[in-house]
């Protein structure tokens, strides 16, 4: 079975919003993977990337730990849509 894509083809839906904030707090791709490591998720760089230009899905629990590291909902992330 394969795994679910949005319309566009793309494999998660908040890769624009996750770079715009990480670009708003001036952190680098390396800076938000360490952050994330001390949550006690297993992110390098790369993950970074993946997720941003849409080729990584996104966990639940790395879903959560962005929404917290970040201080937004899950709807801002995901819809880009403040409360």
Same mark, same amino acid.
């Given at each position: ?7 566009? +083809? #793309? ?28 949550? +006690? ?10 997720? #941003? ?8 629990? #790395?879903?959560?730990?962005?929404? #917290? ?15």
């Amino acid at each position: 079975m394969p795994k679910p894509r949005s319309k566009t +083809g #793309e494999k998660n839906l908040i890769g624009s919003h996750l770079k715009m904030l990480r670009q708003k707090y001036n952190l680098s791709q390396r800076d938000l993977a360490d952050k994330l490591q001390l949550s +006690g998720l297993d992110v390098d760089k790369n993950v970074i990337t993946r997720i #941003e230009t849409n080729k990584r899905y996104v966990t639940d629990i #790395e879903l959560k730990a962005i929404c #917290e590291l970040f201080h937004v909902t899950y709807d801002y992330l995901i819809d880009g849509k403040d409360n």
